[in-house]
């Protein structure tokens, strides 16, 4: 990456230490980029014996997930709030605090409400991999790290899987480390630019939240 492209990351890292009122309550295309996701004991593909549980995993298609073990080093680029339903086709996804259907969305979600996401997405950088990916953190569990991957904004990380327990039951979260030696494989400026302009001017899904769109989604989900 050209000096100017590292320039940006670090002037929005250093323009951002202190999150918004939005921001904060999230803590407690055309171009194609990956989501990176921790695959738990309630993944299907888990349950299916075809990944490996409390593993990171890039998910490419419905039949390609590139395993990429209990951690890996990313760069922290920037971040967005998102709030999700999950269907039975492709999550519908708005990224518009104060817009209706994001609040619809939201709402549900802190309610913890089945199938209902909330929370930043962050884009990182993997130098391994030499690759763009996502990482939304909209459960209650990944919310609980938000805060401290958007703190390491413009840094390398490590984001290493994790079991957790309570008394009641036992699933897979996340810790963010600090990357003491950093891999310095890192994109060409114009891809770059390209991505992080994509990943900051994204297009909300078109279907207006109503609850008789709800009703239909739980209706067809049922069949």
């Not at 400026?189 to 899904?205: I, R, V």
């Amino acid at each position: 990456m050209a000096e100017s492209a590292l320039s940006i990351i670090l002037a929005e890292a250093q323009n951002e230490t202190e999150l918004t009122t939005e921001l904060a309550d999230l803590t407690r295309s055309a171009k194609f980029t990956p989501p990176l996701r921790v695959y738990g004991g309630e993944s299907k593909v888990v349950k299916l014996g075809q990944f490996p549980l409390n593993h990171l995993g890039i998910y490419k298609s419905k039949d390609i997930i590139e395993d990429l073990g209990e951690q890996v080093e990313a760069v922290v680029i920037a971040r967005r709030p998102r709030a999700s339903i999950l269907t039975s086709d492709k999550p519908i996804s708005f990224f518009k605090p104060g817009n209706p259907n994001y609040e619809h969305v939201k709402t549900r979600a802190l309610s913890k409400e089945k199938n209902y996401l909330v929370g930043l997405e962050f884009l990182f950088w993997l130098p391994a991999t030499g690759q763009f990916v996502t990482f939304f953190c909209g459960n209650a569990t990944l919310r609980n790290e938000a805060a401290k991957i958007n703190s390491q904004m413009g840094r390398h990380v490590i984001i290493k899987t994790k079991i957790i327990s309570n008394t009641q039951n036992v699933w897979c979260g996340i810790e963010t480390l600090a990357c003491s030696e950093p891999d310095e494989n890192l994109p060409a400026e114009q891809l770059f630019l390209e991505t992080l302009d994509e990943f900051k001017n994204p297009l909300d899904s078109e279907v207006q939240m109503t609850d008789q769109t709800q009703n239909q989604q739980q209706q067809a989900r049922a069949r």
